[in-house]
């Protein structure tokens, strides 16, 4: 299994809801990743998990986040979202933090904050 | 942090015609990839090239790290090889950085 799985594809909630994104992977890989993208951005990096550790925030909201159950199971929880969090959020993993790996991302949840 | 540059940022094709996208990086990298982003929304990883060449297919890919860029070819355009392409690369700070990306449009 060479893919990263995220769920939903698709995600409409309002500004009171609570909701979580999840994103899958067996590849054994001991590093896995929260994107932003806004529309014609490239992705931005959100939070970065190690060894199920959190080791980076770049400073995203408390009204994101993330959790990582296990090795293989990542999740951002969503909570009192403003319509500016519209945005595709992509989920990547790699081998191991750091330079000499490449990394494969998911297929994306488009969110929608009405 | 490393600065990424994509060229050229828009890229119209007629059917069959070749195309260069250029990536300059701002300092030394370990690690550096070739996305494709297809219109809904999915990252496609094409290259995972920190220095030398590679090719598959239709699609190669050069990078020169001792002078900081990386070139990817694409020859005889095809329609579904439109889309955004991104560089990304991994310097000092252990983060993936994407540049700005190239749409390429390719008409039939």
């Known amino acids: 299994d060479t893919e990263v799985t995220q769920t939903p594809k698709h995600l409409v909630m309002g500004m009171t809801n609570k909701k979580s994104l999840k994103c899958e992977q067996h590849?054994?890989?001991?590093?896995m990743y929260w994107y932003k993208q806004k529309a014609k951005k490239p992705p931005e990096l959100m939070f970065v998990?190690?060894?199920?550790?959190?080791?980076i925030n770049e400073s995203v909201p408390s009204r994101f986040s993330p959790e990582c159950p296990n090795s293989s199971l990542l999740n951002l929880h969503l909570h009192a979202l403003q319509p500016e969090d519209s945005a595709l959020y992509l989920c990547?993993?790699?081998?191991?933090?750091?330079?000499?790996?490449?990394?494969?991302f998911g297929s994306g949840t488009r969110l929608t904050v009405v | 942090g490393i600065q990424v540059e994509q060229s050229p940022p828009d890229l119209i094709l007629q059917e069959g015609a070749n195309s260069t996208l250029r990536c300059n990086f701002s300092?030394?990298?370990?690690?550096l990839q070739w996305f494709h982003q297809n219109p809904w929304g999915q990252l496609i990883n094409l290259f995972y090239?920190?220095?030398g060449t590679k090719q598959n297919g239709r699609l190669s890919a050069t990078t020169v790290a001792t002078e900081r860029y990386s070139l990817l070819y694409i020859s005889s355009s095809q329609t579904t090889d439109s889309g955004v392409y991104f560089c990304?690369?991994?310097?000092?700070?252990?983060?993936?950085?994407f540049g700005s990306g190239t749409q390429l449009t390719v008409l039939p």
């Open positions: 990547a993993s790699s081998p191991s933090v750091g330079e000499n790996y490449g990394y494969t």
């Open positions: 590849m054994g890989h001991r590093a």
């Open positions: 998990y190690s060894y199920e550790k959190l080791s």
């Open positions: 300092d030394s990298v370990n690690n």
């Open positions: 090239i920190p220095s």
């Open positions: 990304a690369v991994v310097g000092s700070a252990r983060q993936l950085t």
